[in-house]
């Protein structure tokens, strides 16, 4: 099995998804700091309904 790096290398060795990963950029690192953010806010846990 191939490890997640060498796909994500092979696939961006063509121009045309190497384009369209670097558009979705911006989307992939606000993605990320949001899931930083969820997981530093304290959890909050519902009260159990009857």
């Known amino acids: ?3 997640l ?3 994500k290398r092979e ?6 998804t190497q384009a ?3 558009d979705l950029a911006v989307e992939f690192d606000m ?6 953010a969820r997981k530093k806010a304290p959890q ?3 009260p159990a309904r009857p």
């Open 5 to 7: 790096k060498d796909i």
């Open 20 to 22: 369209a990963y670097q």
């Open 44 to 46: 909050r846990i519902k």
């Open 31 to 36: 993605a990320r700091k949001l899931i930083a």
């Open 11 to 16: 696939l961006l060795a063509d121009p045309a």
């Open 1 to 3: 099995m191939k490890a």
